[in-house]
């Protein structure tokens, strides 16, 4: 459980990384442009490109559906997210004390095995069914009681 819960939480500070540098995106004036010019330096378009300016106002134009709207949409998604497995990362948690994990056994099998060891001799184990000392008989093929009940022997049916 120890590393369910801690996956959990990296997932969750990651998820928040993305989720407010994508909020800090669509907030905060002029990121949106400044990103945009980022993303073209990257592919090839550089500062004395002629038609750079035109590509920025294009890949940020909120009308379209600009880097803003994409940034709001990311920003919605990974922050409850985040919280989602934080949420998740809390129940891997609670549940450490009643299953095994990857440093040893819980402390529920540690106590139950301690009163299996203090019992007295003969008495009855805790927990358990009697084990069954015969085995009901497997019918074979051929065997009278297998055959179905003749429905003209006393019933309805004369």
Do not use: H
């Not at 040893?104 to 009163?115: D, F, I, K, R």
């Amino acid at each position: 459980m120890a590393i369910g819960k801690w996956s959990m939480y990296i997932s969750a500070v990651l998820f928040l990384i993305v989720g407010l540098g994508a909020l800090a995106v669509a907030v905060v004036p002029g990121v949106d442009d400044w990103v945009a010019e980022q993303t073209l330096d990257q592919v090839g378009f550089t500062d004395d490109s002629p038609f750079q300016d035109e590509a920025v106002e294009a890949i940020t134009d909120d009308d379209v559906g600009g880097i803003r709207i994409t940034a709001w949409i990311l920003a919605l998604t990974f922050l409850p997210t985040a919280a989602l497995f934080v949420w998740i990362g809390r129940w891997f948690k609670s549940m450490e004390g009643g299953v095994n994990s990857m440093f040893g056994g819980s402390t529920n099998v540690a106590a139950a095995n301690a009163a299996y060891l203090q019992q007295q001799p003969g008495a009855p184990v805790p927990y358990t069914t009697p084990m069954p000392t015969e085995q009901a008989p497997v019918p074979k093929f051929g065997d009278p009681s297998l055959d179905p009940p003749d429905p003209t022997a006393g019933g309805i049916i004369s």
